[in-house]
T-cell receptor
Framework: EAEVAQSPRYKITEKSQAVAFWCDPI?????LYWYRQILGQGPELLVQFQDESVVDDSQLPKDRFSAERLKGVDSTLKIQPAELGDSAMYLC???????????????FGQGTRLTVV | QKEVEQNSGPLSVPEGAIASLNCTYS??????FFWYRQYSGKSPELIMSIYSNGDKEDGRFTAQLNKASQYVSLLIRDSQPSDSATYLC??????????FGKGTRLHILP
């Protein structure tokens, strides 16, 4: 069964250090999402790609976060420098197409649990 | 009004009973609606999607959609302890962003 792959599963980093997360979506899925989830809250969209293009990054803290999907397949999310408040679960998801209707369901990877100390 | 609203719970339901989870949304243009189950420390897992008004059944799960009332619900029949989890309602907006509610914590009492 096709899955969204994410790595690492867990990451502990010191504040002010750089950290990166990787995601490989389900094959054939053009839309890729990065979400951040704080304990007790729902996932919050950070950035959305359609193929290699960013279609929404309005909630991405651009002074410290960056995301890329250079060849329209896998993606990297980077934080530099990390702050204590960045501790959260970072979730990658993909869907075949965006928008409404069939084939727009998003499927999640296992997530990366980030702890900043 | 929040874009996707859910009662955070916890909702406690005896084993074998019906669990009813509710969600309201604000974007009248939304056409797709998803329910995810999330176990503690794990990522969300898609369990139901619904696109048309009415009911959609899949095993013990039934999703109900009323677009006029901007309301979508999830019923779980014959609740099992393994159903204890947080259930997230997700609604794509007209700008293609998928917005999640905060989730409802469900606890099935043995």
């Amino acid at each position: 069964e096709a899955e969204v792959a994410q790595s690492p599963r867990y990451k502990i980093t010191e504040k002010s250090q750089a950290v990166a997360f990787w995601c490989d979506p389900i094959s054939g899925h053009a839309t890729l999402y990065w979400y951040r989830q704080i304990l007790g809250q729902g996932p919050e969209l950070l950035v959305q790609f359609q193929d290699e293009s960013v279609v929404d990054d309005s909630q991405l803290p651009k002074d410290r976060f960056s995301a890329e999907r250079l060849k329209g397949v896998d993606s990297t999310l980077k934080i530099q420098p990390a702050e204590l408040g960045d501790s959260a679960m970072y979730l990658c998801a993909s869907s075949r197409v965006p928008g409404q209707g069939w084939n727009t369901e998003a499927f999640f990877g296992q997530g990366t649990r980030l702890t900043v100390v | 009004q929040k874009e996707v609203e859910q009662n955070s719970g916890p909702l406690s339901v005896p084993e074998g009973a019906i669990a009813s989870l509710n969600c309201t949304y604000s974007d009248r243009g939304s056409q797709s609606f998803f329910w995810y189950r999330q176990y503690s420390g794990k990522s969300p897992e898609l369990i139901m999607s619904i696109y048309s008004n009415g009911d959609k059944e899949d095993g013990r799960f039934t999703a109900q959609l009323n677009k006029a009332s901007q309301y979508v619900s999830l019923l779980i029949r014959d609740s099992q302890p393994s159903d204890s989890a947080t259930y997230l309602c997700a609604v794509p907006r007209r700008d293609d962003k998928i917005i999640f509610g905060k989730g409802t914590r469900l606890h099935i009492l043995p």
